[in-house]
């Protein structure tokens, strides 16, 4: 069985994207642990990073629905990579600059 122990998270992006959207970023110690006899075995495991788009149901904020979850070192291996993708995939979680004038 694996244990993970979520050692570190932070939100990212907070001052980039709407209301009610949250970029967190979570990074976890992981252990297998395992029976053997009447003793548990514990093996410490690679750690595991990860970036999810979390998103408030509509008008209360109780609960948070996942929108995507990266993980790093799978498909992008930098936060920078993973920032710049949500910009450019999920545009509409953004806030829109001002018009000018």
Do not use: H
Request: charged share 30%.
């Amino acid at each position: 069985m694996i244990v993970k122990d979520l050692v570190e998270t932070k939100e990212l992006l907070a001052e980039e994207t709407n209301e009610g959207i949250f970029v967190v970023y979570e990074r976890f110690e992981n252990t297998d642990c395992r029976y053997k006899g009447n003793m548990v075995e514990k093996l410490e495991c690679d750690p595991e990073e990860q970036i999810q788009i979390l998103q408030c149901d509509s008008t209360a904020c109780d609960s948070l629905t996942s929108v995507q979850t990266y993980r790093l070192g799978d498909d992008f291996s930098t936060i920078e990579e993973i920032e710049k993708d949500i910009r450019s995939n999920y545009a509409q979680y953004m806030q829109q600059p001002a018009p000018l004038g």
